[in-house]
C-alpha cells in the first residue's frame, strides 16, 4: 500500500517529476507511527482514541514508563505493525534533560524488524 509522502511538521514531499511523492512500506508504517505519536488526544475528531500527544512531554518532567506504555499503545493500533512479536519500546537519558526513545517492531506484511528513534527535550 501507498501513500503521500508527507514527514511531520513539513510540506507535502515532490517527487523527482515534480509530482506528489509517494511513500511505501517500511516507510509508510514509519511515517504513520510518527503522525500518530505527536497528534494530540482526541487530534482527530472522527478517532478519539487517537494520537499518543508526545508533543506535550517537551519542556515536562520525564516519565518514561508512562511515555513507553503510551507509545506501545499507540504503535499496537497501526495497521503495517505486527502484534507478534510484541513491539519494543526502551527510554534512555543521553543527558539530563535529553530522553532518547528507541522502538523496535516487525512489519505486519513482511515481519521484518524495523526500528527508529527520537530524542525528546524534558
Same mark, same amino acid.
Given at each position: 500500500m501507498v501513500d503521500l509522502a508527507l514527514a511531520w511538521s513539513a510540506d507535502l514531499c515532490l517527487s523527482p517529476g515534480q509530482d506528489l511523492a509517494l511513500v511505501s512500506d517500511p516507510q509508510r508504517t514509519e511515517q504513520r507511527i510518527i503522525r500518530r505519536l505527536l497528534t494530540a488526544p482526541g487530534g482527530y475528531f472522527w478517532n478519539a482514541g487517537y494520537g499518543a500527544g508526545l508533543g506535550a512531554a517537551v519542556g515536562a518532567p520525564a516519565r518514561p514508563p508512562a511515555i513507553e506504555a503510551v507509545i506501545r499503545a499507540q504503535i499496537g493500533q497501526e495497521a503495517g505493525v505486527a502484534a507478534n512479536p510484541v513491539p519494543q519500546v526502551?527510554?534512555?537519558? !543521553?543527558?539530563? /534533560?535529553?530522553? &532518547?526513545?528507541?522502538? !523496535?517492531?516487525? /512489519?505486519?506484511? &513482511?515481519?521484518v524488524p524495523a526500528n527508529f528513534g527520537f530524542s525528546v527535550s524534558t
Open positions: 526502551s527510554t534512555l537519558f !543521553t543527558t539530563p /534533560d535529553v530522553m &532518547t526513545v528507541s522502538i !523496535t517492531y516487525a /512489519d505486519a506484511a &513482511t515481519q
